[in-house]
């Protein structure tokens, strides 16, 4: 938690009130509280006086190696701010580095103090500087872990028990050792014989362990199958999925707030079900796995609870791009043993989703995040590039260029896709799939482009603009277009270069007008703005590139 007033440099609550007066209530009054890992720091009504970062310290650590006493670090700390302890070093092996630790009485003092030291000498030794961030001012000087706020949650996926009756022993003997071990409802059984009492003779049972409880679509199956006389299930009303899920949230939220509870789909194969929930604090998601870790829970009907903290980032990637780039994310899934990865393309319901959840997860941070940038690398996609630069073209932004790069995604070879996602975000064009075929589309891409560029345009102008052109104007437009002819004759505007493309120098909108707008002489009235006259009356053939006729268009 802070216990320092604010730096004078930060926002704060108290420099709205007048050195001689003071507020009306005592500081004891605000409140300090952890939030989303930082320390904030309420004031009076709704303010905030001051918030501090998980990064941020109080300390910072100086390391060296040579001869440097307490006093001469203490005179260089003192150059960035006020010390509010004697400074310490820390002496390691012989031969190896020293550690002093220099405490400010701001995190912003200490920040630029730890700037300001590195690469600095004393006696010509040269001293590293660092901030102490396992003393953070968000941990309150708890030792140094990265805190996590999520947990991996599971249970026994709620099952059923049916009764299957039978007039002969000998029959319901073999139909037991012949339904051990079949897939009823998505979910492999077990099944064994009721040993009978001594004066049993007309009935015998069979007992169905392991059968889902979610739905009872397998009733008529297993009857008909079985060639059971009857059938009976132990619960006529079952603990549904949902139910379940309700549940297991709610035990969480005696905990502390859950501010998401995400449920994976249900695995036949699987006899547990697995949800991901993020706490609000990290001190409540500690305490969820103290309390609730192996203990049985009678809302789930006395089923174990099992919860770990993990650290968990997770994607949304449509179907397409998905097919596209799995065979990369199973081999970095098979080489990252001290991560998790999983896929979920569908709901808790068992219902396709268009967009496939790519989780990574585990306990270990540092593989979580190895994993994490090996995926966003994958993620990301080949850009189209030429010279360097990244190709793009508003064509992509039309149906004409959306259709095209629809039909290239729609190739398949063997059972590899590929796909070309137009990133209107970053303006390029990403690559997804076999490494073979991004080859051979980003040919076709280019091509596609060469050939938009060479078709010849027609552009309308008014009179007003072609007279201007004539004039003498068409030497400024040459600046945005390079080898732009105008041929009277043919009335063809042309660019002479069309394999270079064309570098815009001005925004459209601001060339045009620097090009073409009349200048207004004193008494005299102005001719109407080019920019907005769209008389059809003088039709120019253009061959030029894409972005000289972007500035054209908006004549």
């Not at 319901?349 to 966003?376: F, I, M, Q």
Request: proline share 4%; with cysteine.
């Amino acid at each position: 938690m802070v216990n320092q007033r604010p730096p004078a440099d930060s926002f704060s609550v108290y420099d709205t009130c007048d050195a001689s007066t003071p507020p009306e209530r005592e500081l004891d009054d605000v409140q300090e509280r952890q939030i989303y890992s930082c320390a904030v720091t309420f004031g009076y009504g709704a303010s905030v006086v001051h918030v501090s970062a998980a990064l941020e310290s109080y300390r910072v650590l100086v390391s060296f190696a040579g001869q440097i006493t307490e006093g001469e670090l203490g005179e260089l700390g003192r150059l960035y701010g006020d010390l509010t302890s004697r400074v310490t070093l820390r002496y390691s092996a012989p031969g190896s580095f020293t550690t002093a630790v220099l405490e400010f009485a701001t995190p912003a003092q200490a920040e630029e103090a730890s700037r300001g030291i590195h690469g600095t000498a004393i006696n010509e030794t040269r001293l590293n500087a660092t901030l102490d961030l396992r003393s953070s001012v968000a941990d309150s000087g708890s030792a140094g872990i990265l805190r996590n706020s999520k947990v991996k949650v599971s249970w026994f996926t709620p099952t059923t028990t049916a009764f299957l009756h039978y007039h002969d022993k000998l029959e319901a003997m073999t139909h037991a050792t012949q339904l051990d071990g079949w897939i009823v409802g998505g979910r492999k059984v077990k099944a064994s014989f009721q040993k009978p009492t001594i004066n049993q003779r007309r009935s015998f049972t069979v007992i169905v362990n392991g059968l889902p409880a979610h739905n009872l679509n397998w009733k008529n199956y297993l009857l008909k199958h079985s060639k059971a006389t009857s059938i009976d299930i132990t619960k006529p009303v079952p603990l549904l999925h949902e139910d379940a899920c309700h549940r297991a949230k709610t035990i969480l939220e005696r905990h502390g707030i859950v501010e998401s509870f995400d449920v994976l789909a249900l695995d036949p194969s699987k006899s547990k079900t697995v949800a991901f929930a993020h706490f609000s604090t990290a001190e409540a998601a500690s305490a969820a796995v103290a309390f609730l870790n192996g203990k049985k829970c009678t809302e789930l009907e006395n089923s174990p609870l099992w919860i770990e903290l993990v650290f968990s980032v997770k994607y949304s990637v449509p179907v397409l791009r998905f097919s596209c780039i799995r065979a990369e994310l199973d081999t970095l899934r098979d080489a990252h043993t001290d991560a998790k990865m999983g896929y979920y393309d569908k709901n808790e319901h068992g219902a396709p989703v268009p967009n496939v959840v790519l989780r990574v997860y585990g306990t270990d941070a540092k593989a979580v995040a190895r994993l994490k940038l090996s995926v966003e690398r994958v993620l990301a996609g080949e850009t189209v590039q030429v010279d360097g630069s990244c190709v793009w073209d508003d064509i992509f932004l039309k149906k004409e260029g959306t259709d095209f790069l629809r039909g290239l995604g729609e190739v398949k070879h063997a059972s590899c896709y590929v796909q070309v996602h137009a990133d209107t975000r970053t303006r390029c064009l990403r690559l997804y799939g076999d490494t073979e075929l991004k080859a051979v589309t980003r040919k076709l891409v280019l091509e596609y482009l060469e050939q938009q560029r060479a078709k010849p345009q027609i552009i309308t102008l008014s009179p007003d603009t072609f007279h201007q052109l004539l004039k003498g104007r068409i030497s400024q437009l040459d600046r945005i277009a390079s080898g732009v002819v105008l041929d009277i004759v043919k009335q063809e505007l042309r660019v002479q270069d069309l394999q270079r493309k064309a570098t815009v120098l001005l925004p459209p909108r601001r060339f045009v007008q620097s090009v073409f707008a009349t200048r207004q002489k004193p008494g005299k009235k102005s001719s109407p703005c080019v920019a907005s006259t769209y008389i059809a009356e003088t039709v120019f053939k253009v061959s030029a590139s894409h972005d000289a006729l972007a500035a054209l268009s908006l004549l």
